[in-house]
């Protein structure tokens, strides 16, 4: 399996989005060296049967297909911008027309625009 990356994260903040049924998630790790604002809908949480508020899960960003029945989520999608920001790498992915907006603090992975990528979420708590 050609991992991208895999990190443990924490639900820092959930709120509606701008879309009737659309959920935000931001979360972060424990260091404050990634973040990631990801978008669901109301269906995908409920199918997941979690309850965001106060959770942990291990995200991972995939070059490969793996199936996904390890997962809880499980989606594919494409790089459609990177960006550098003061010294913060941002990789910005559409899923279906989900976003998913990942910024590393001087961190640097294997992506460029056009890359089709696996994304995988398992709840931890």
């Not at 990631?36 to 106060?54: C, S, Y």
């Not at 960006?83 to 992975?109: A, M, P, T």
């Amino acid at each position: 399996m050609a991992k991208i990356l895999e990190r443990r994260l924490v639900v820092d903040k959930l709120y509606r989005g701008e879309l009737p049924g659309l959920v935000v998630l931001e979360l972060k790790d424990r260091k404050g060296g990634i973040s990631v604002r990801l978008d669901l809908t109301e269906g995908i949480l409920r199918e997941m049967k979690w309850k965001p508020e106060g959770g942990e899960v291990a995200l991972s960003i995939l070059k490969e297909d793996v199936g996904g029945e390890d997962f809880k989520f499980y989606a594919w999608g494409r790089v459609y911008e990177l960006k550098e920001v003061d010294g913060s790498y941002k990789y910005y992915i559409s899923i279906g027309g989900l976003q998913l907006l990942l910024s590393l603090k001087g961190e640097r992975i294997r992506l460029n625009k056009g890359d089709k990528v696996y994304i995988g979420m398992k709840v931890i708590r």
